[in-house]
């Protein structure tokens, strides 16, 4: 079972591929919203993806309220 | 007529296979002007089956397939209007999307959806009136209607019911979470999951096999598996019509009109 530092980092390290973020700009307490400046659409694109990555169902009712990267991969981790 | 260019859509004919694209922005959102482009491509349906063995419908937005009913539109619309006269508009609304769901559901032609990205309330009403949904990895279901305190309007209970089982009709009607390819392939909904921006040209694939049946073997298996639900889609209609009519509806379409976000999707 990875930590939840593990899985912070690969949650990052996947916004940060697939929005073409330079990794070093981001950081676990940032709001991914504003920081990879996407909408609420793109946000379900990167919820599908952490799906697939994690191999985990995550409702996204689960994500209500859920904005930075840290309690996002808390979300993740306690699916794990 | 091998090919047609609408306002929202197109059509073409090629190697026995209909492809109809959906390319109204943002996301194919199925208001009066998708509507009336549908109609006319059900009714030209009636011609251009006879050249073809399959139909397939995409989408070429980026967003994805259909995020469902131009909510926009229906608030707008309905607002001016007094209570009897919003419902008469509201219910020959429904009536006339029931028309071309139920011709695309019947069409005698195997039928795919292409999906990718969003496919939501009426966009994924749209997917069910397919015989096989081929996903995109990264296409992603979802009925959102219980959040504006309604039900899927365009047929999708219904289908839904025919096609899986009650407890996940129930898991994403109750919830109205969305849930991913994979996962929807695990439910039986989706036929097939391809990689990101494989969907069409899987579904083109799946196509040129069904060409190899006989057409009258197909067409009568697919009557045989694939009854139109007519009770149950009525009563869709006159349950959506009874919860239209109450204030909180009315107060989360303008939650949802008034958001500042460009695509507010995410409960």
Known sequence: ?80 | MNRFEAKTLSWQVSDGTIELLLHRAPCNEIGSATLADLEQFAAALESLQKDAHALIISSDRKEGFCAGADLRELFRESQPLPQTERLRKLRGFLERVHRVMNALDSAPLTTIAAVHGVTFGGGFELALTCDLIVADKMARFCFPELRLGLIPGFGGIPRLKRDLGNAVVRDLLLTGRSINATKAQSVGLVSQVTSEGDALRVARSTAAQLQKFDRATAVAAKRFIKPIPHDDLRREIDIFCDLFTRPAVDAALRKFVESSDALPYLP
């Open chain 1, 1 to 80: 079972m990875p930590t939840i530092e593990n899985t912070t980092e690969e949650v990052l390290t996947l916004a940060a591929d697939h929005f073409k973020v330079p990794r070093a700009q981001l950081h676990a307490g940032d709001d991914f919203f504003k920081t990879l400046g996407i909408n609420s659409l793109q946000a379900l694109d990167l919820l599908t993806r952490l799906e697939h990555h994690f191999h985990i169902e995550l409702p996204d009712y689960e994500l209500q309220g859920v904005s930075d990267f840290r309690t996002l991969a808390e979300r993740i981790q306690s699916r794990l």
